[in-house]
């Protein structure tokens, strides 16, 4: 593996110290169930506490960089550039039910393009993460988007409801970064969806492309309503064929 960036580095420090409340709180929310406190009052204040240890950790070496996050929006500073972007918790309504697929994504953003993602699992202990030339990676090991090319051996994610995929085996697991992830990983073929936010896919978006993959182009000042499509090359134009009404 090469080397990685600075600021990769302290993209996966600041997962891997937020990740520490994610496990925690979600060991809790067993105990949630019974109270007369809503799980959806605790998963918005786990979500806020997540985010919270991710800008501080962030901010502690790059004290100019701007955020983009799903819960505090914009947070201009003084360089318009750079921008990290969040989401403390990928998955909420999994984290909510018990369900144990979920992850918190951040993107860096320089000069209108995604330089570095990293999608942290902390339930399974899987980090990925790509940077702009070095390579796309789980836990350390490089990965690969998958080499199949006839579709009807390919498996797609997607949580499109209404959306004729003419016969495309697909699954909607509920995390759209952990989505791009698996794509990215070669465990997915490919990944379509409508109305999302830019923190859903940001990181998602490099480690695709880093692992060999194509993703439709993007305008990444759009911040909701994004409609991303991953897949390997091989399949890429096939998958589009097949979603006429997407």
Same mark, same amino acid.
């Given at each position: 593996?090469?080397?990685?960036?600075?600021?990769?580095?302290?993209?996966?420090?600041?997962?891997?110290?937020?990740?520490?409340?994610?496990?925690?709180?979600?060991?809790?929310?067993?105990?949630?169930?019974?109270?007369?406190?809503?799980?959806?009052?605790?998963?918005?204040?786990?979500?806020?506490?997540?985010?919270?240890?991710?800008?501080?950790?962030?901010?502690?070496?790059?004290?100019?960089?701007?955020?983009?996050?799903?819960?505090?929006?914009?947070?201009?500073?003084?360089?318009?550039?750079?921008?990290?972007?969040?989401?403390?918790?990928?998955?909420?309504?999994?984290?909510?039910?018990?369900?144990?697929?979920?992850?918190?994504?951040?993107?860096?953003?320089? *000069?209108?393009?995604? +330089?570095?993602? !990293?999608?942290?699992?902390? =339930?399974?202990?899987?980090?990925?993460? /790509? @940077?702009? %030339?070095?390579?796309?990676?789980?836990?350390?090991?490089?990965?690969?988007?998958?080499?199949?090319?006839?579709?009807?051996?390919?498996?797609?994610?997607?949580?499109?409801?209404?959306?004729?995929?003419?016969?495309?085996?697909?699954?909607?697991?509920?995390?759209?970064?952990?989505?791009?992830?698996?794509?990215?990983?070669?465990?997915?073929?490919?990944?379509?969806? *409508?109305?999302?936010? +830019?923190?859903? !896919?940001?990181?998602?978006? =490099?480690?695709?492309?880093?692992?060999? /993959? @194509?993703? %439709?182009?993007?305008?990444?000042?759009?911040?909701?309503?994004?409609?991303?499509?991953?897949?390997?090359?091989?399949?890429?134009?096939?998958?589009?064929?097949?979603?006429?009404?997407?």
């Amino acid at each position: 593996m090469n080397n990685i960036s600075p600021n990769l580095n302290i993209m996966i420090k600041a997962a891997e110290k937020a990740s520490k409340v994610l496990i925690r709180d979600f060991g809790e929310l067993e105990n949630l169930q019974v109270t007369q406190k809503g799980p959806k009052d605790f998963v918005t204040n786990s979500d806020k506490k997540v985010e919270k240890i991710l800008i501080e950790e962030l901010e502690k070496s790059r004290k100019n960089f701007s955020f983009l996050t799903e819960e505090n929006g914009k947070i201009e500073n003084k360089d318009k550039e750079n921008i990290w972007i969040i989401d403390p918790i990928d998955g909420t309504n999994n984290f909510l039910h018990g369900i144990p697929h979920f992850s918190i994504s951040i993107g860096l953003q320089s *000069n209108n393009e995604i +330089i570095a993602g !990293v999608i942290f699992d902390p =339930i399974k202990n899987e980090l990925f993460f /790509g @940077e702009k %030339n070095n390579g796309a990676y789980i836990n350390n090991h490089r990965i690969r988007v998958s080499k199949k090319n006839k579709l009807d051996e390919c498996l797609f994610a997607s949580g499109n409801i209404g959306i004729d995929t003419k016969n495309l085996s697909t699954r909607n697991l509920g995390s759209a970064a952990l989505d791009m992830a698996y794509v990215g990983a070669g465990r997915f073929d490919g990944y379509f969806q *409508n109305d999302l936010s +830019i923190w859903d !896919v940001a990181a998602g978006i =490099i480690i695709v492309k880093e692992a060999g /993959g @194509e993703v %439709n182009d993007l305008n990444l000042s759009q911040i909701e309503n994004v409609k991303i499509i991953a897949s390997s090359n091989a399949i890429y134009e096939k998958m589009l064929e097949k979603l006429t009404n997407f």
